[in-house]
């Protein structure tokens, strides 16, 4: 059972426009939520993360919503660009449970030129 | 810069062998992972590691095992490889998260193994 669930499992976007990933939990314990941005042949890199205690966190063109009633979270990447294309994981840990990440099933987003 | 070093990028073994995944990081961090990563599944934790010796199954332990010896290695064992093991893995390493803190879990480039 996979404790973070992540959708669409695939994008497609043109270029310029918005991407959007969302993810959701159910263990209340999780209290930090990371996304990871992977290329590939590489290992998935940190991109930007979230606490409960915040709904919004933005860093350049990409932003993290946070729902916390809904255990929902989601990132926005504005201004899409080809170089964007990646997979990209939701994840979470909490500090109840040794800091272990679970992360969700990806998506793969392809930015068209 | 973290450095987290697998120490094979592609492996090919036969069924029933025992295969070693060795994986290093220079970061003197106490957390280390295994996931394995498959299209679809995302990455599921096989076991996990917060300090020497000391180490917990994650989602998905059956047939593997863990080895840490020294706080910088982290070594993932099938103990009889089967087909299914067929899969990309990936160590990773995070320090200690302080209360209230955050933390960053670094990857290494992943290990492709093919079972056949």
């Known amino acids: 059972q996979q404790q973070v669930k992540q959708s669409p499992q695939s994008l497609i976007v043109q270029k310029g426009g918005i991407s959007i990933i969302n993810c959701a939990y159910e263990?209340?314990?999780?209290?930090?939520f990371p996304w990871y941005q992977q290329f590939p042949g590489k290992g998935p890199a940190l991109l930007i993360a979230?606490?409960?205690?915040?709904s919004e966190k933005k860093e350049g063109r990409f932003t993290i919503s946070f729902n916390k009633s809904a255990k929902q979270f989601s990132l926005h990447i504005m201004d899409s660009q080809p170089g964007d294309s990646a997979t990209y994981f939701c994840?979470?840990?909490?500090?109840?449970?040794?800091?272990?990440?679970?992360f969700g099933s990806g998506t793969k987003l392809n930015v068209k030129p | 810069d973290v450095k987290v070093t697998q120490s094979s990028r592609y492996l090919v073994k036969r069924t029933g062998e025992k295969v070693f995944l060795e994986c290093v990081q220079d970061?003197?961090?106490?957390?280390m992972f295994w996931y394995r990563q498959d299209p679809g599944l995302g990455l599921r934790l096989i076991y996990f590691?917060?300090?020497?010796?000391?180490?917990e199954k994650g989602d998905i332990p059956e047939g593997y095992s863990v080895s840490r010896e020294k706080k910088e290695r982290f070594s993932l064992i099938l103990e009889s490889a089967s087909t299914n093991q067929t899969s990309m893995y990936l160590c990773?390493?995070?320090?200690?998260?302080?209360?209230?803190?955050?933390?960053?879990?670094?990857f290494g480039q992943g290990t492709r193994l093919t079972v056949v």
């Open positions: 994840a979470a840990s909490s500090e109840y449970n040794f800091n272990k990440f679970y």
């Open positions: 263990n209340t314990a999780f209290d930090y």
């Open positions: 979230i606490r409960p205690d915040v």
């Open positions: 990773a390493s995070s320090p200690y998260r302080p209360q209230g803190g955050n933390t960053e879990a670094f």
């Open positions: 590691s917060y300090d020497v010796k000391m180490k």
């Open positions: 970061m003197d961090h106490e957390n």
